[in-house]
């Protein structure tokens, strides 16, 4: 029988030529985002991630680190490790984050010959298509920023 007492609260999908520790980075702030883990969630120990993902406990143990460096994730003495609430900042300071992220998805449409009209669309797409994932649970599509 199989032990079903740690579940990851989110989706990772493994795919071939991506380190399984940037897979499993996104699909933890793809769920913060979504909404699926808010602030205050438990975050799964690395044990659990380990064991629950099938991946290395040192792997699972970079993975934490990361989110906690990134401010995504706190640790609570007596707690454990559970998600962070969200920074107070300004909007451009929130999309400053993004800045080398969105340069490298800019380069990589140019290269592939990808109008600003395209991505664009695509774009609008894939922010729909997520707010669509997000309106199947019950909680909020807002990230988690909603009061309790």
Known sequence: MRNSTHVIPFRVQFRAGLSLFEQ???ASKKAMVAGQLRPGDTF???RALSKELKIN?????????????EGLLETRPGVG???AALPDSTRKERLQLLGQEIEEIVVEAKRL???LDEMLDSMKDH???L????MTGNKPTDGG???R
């Open 57 to 69: 406990p040192n792997t699972a143990a970079k993975i934490v680190a990361h989110l906690v460096n």
């Open 81 to 83: 490790t559970v998600v």
């Open 127 to 129: 922010w729909k298509r």
């Open 44 to 46: 799964p120990s690395v």
């Open 24 to 26: 499993v980075v996104y």
């Open 113 to 115: 010959g990808i109008d």
């Open 145 to 147: 920023r909603r009061e």
């Open 131 to 134: 707010t669509r994932e997000d």
